[in-house]
């Protein structure tokens, strides 16, 4: 089973030192920024006098792994959406698809690739933490694996009923996150998305790709049916004109 | 001059038209250095709200989409026999080749390192709509350069390539014709991951179905929008006795087209966003009535498709909102999602038209070297004065 995180709004102190942590882990450029970019991977926006982290939802079903046509992203066992920007060629078809709008652009740059947190990964293979759950000093980022958390978030909703919306934002959302959040106000006005179907949006595009070996078998014999039929008529209407040709002059 | 066939000079005169082309080409080369030396946000009004622009919207979704007049016309005449619209198959492949070959042109410099593109051919993942659509692009170019290529070799004087690739139209065809489906619906498939994203008036589980008939309807439209400017461009006349036909399978798609963007809106209650007539609701207001009623309707009249002017108004139409649909579905319907609005930056222009201005040059230059029209190669139209 993979690991992930659980942000509890409630908890966080908006100190920042998930962002720095994440800044100097992956070793990003600049300073933390309000929104994501390709150089801030996790910030902390504040909506409803709530801290909001905003971070790649690293989902089961990754859309972005869906879209890729060269498999830059992929989902490991562990968790991770982890990005391979060897092999990225820059469609940026992953910032289209991404239901959460978490893939960033290096449009600054002329040998450009994504950037997105990879709950580091590298960090999670040695069995550590990811940076951000480990600078938390409020425990508002927590990092276990994900069915541990999931267990943790309901029982806290179930503990404190009315300090809490009862939802964990993640369970379910484009068919479920390895990143889950839970808060004390509606999730649509703390900036995250809740139209999103619990069916993974990588579903309705695979639903037509897989039809297309026998797409192309069926179509491929009925066309060539078609050029049969007419060409033999032709060759019919040709042969008995010729016929005809032959009586008249006989 | 009344021999519009005739060889006796082929020779480039400067006019007004070419100058534009000549000035958009130059345009088009100054930003592609800045773009390539700068970064794509230089350039462009791309941004991490808005990924794709028009080089997506306009010259991937339209190049490929007005493209689709090659496959349809190759199966009516290779597949159903219909030989009598041959003679505007040459034209119509060239288009649909130099076509292509823009639409690769505006990827080279959409894409953030272009000079990976080969990544697609080894890195796979049959899960992705993009995977198909690169595959797709590849192997129609490909078809697409066979079917023209006896035209070069006539020209060449190698008549055994030339008929080599005669005995193997059959499959060639098919091929094509599979290939082209695939492609045309896949840009379409392209936005079935947005669900949440993608304004519920164009949005719909049956894109794919959308992108490939609409695309049929436009293709046909720009067959008969290239024999018009062809034939101004070198006094040749209308071919109307194969342009009217042409006209009815138009409408015929268009209509089937229209009927099912009724159901999709039908099915996603999205009526209320055009009574409310907001900014989504007049765009597809204007997209639906120019590209699809005005031609049906206009169409459907054995009169109106028999008299020249209308028919080429109709099929302008047709073409037209076309395009409207491709920038309201990538744009349009996008914007109200991304929180942004989207307007092309000067230089995404510049490449867009620099690059519509190179295909009609290519396509004057071969219509003026190779054997396209029935009569063979065709001087300019000014050349009474030499």
Redo the contacts between chains.
Sequence with gaps: MGMGLLFDATRCIGCGACSSACKEQNKLPGPVEE????YTWTTLQTREGLNVRRMCMHCEVP?CA???????LVKTPEGPVVYDGQ???????C???C?F?VP??????????IGKCVLCASRIKEGKPTACAEACPAEATIFGKREDLVWEARTRLRQKPGAYVDHVYGLSEAGGTSVMMIANAPFDKLGL?T???AEP??M???Q??SN?PD??AV??VL??G??WI??R??TVAHTEAQDSNKEDRS | MNNAGSIASRRFRPGFWSGIAALLIIGFLIVTTIRFTKGLGAVTHLSDQFPWGIWIGFDLLCGVGLAAGAFTLTAVVHLFNLKKFEPIVRPTVLTGFLGYAFVIVALLLDLGQPWRIWHAIVYWNPHSVMFEVAWCVMLYTTVLALEFSPVVFEWLGFPAPARFIHRLITPLVILGVLLSTLHQSSLGSLYLIVPSKLHPLWYSPMLPVHFYISAIGAGIGMVILESYLSGRTFHRHLEMELLEPLARGMVVALGIYGLLRVQAIQRNHAWGAIREFGYEGQMFLLEFTLGVLLPVGLMSFRRLRSNPNWLVGGAFLAVLGFVMNRLNISITGMEAASGTRYLPSAGEIIVSLGLVAAGMVVFAFAVRTFKIFPDGPVSDSRKERT
């Design positions: 929104v994501l970019t390709a859309t869906s879209v890729c046509p060269v498999a830059a092999r990225c060629m820059g469609c940026r078809y910032m289209m698809a239901p709008d960033k652009y290096q449009w600054d740059r002329p040998v450009p690739v998305k139209n999103l179907p949006p990588a309705r595009t695979w037509v790709l297309i797409f192309v179509w491929g066309l060539y078609v050029h007419t060409a008529r032709e």
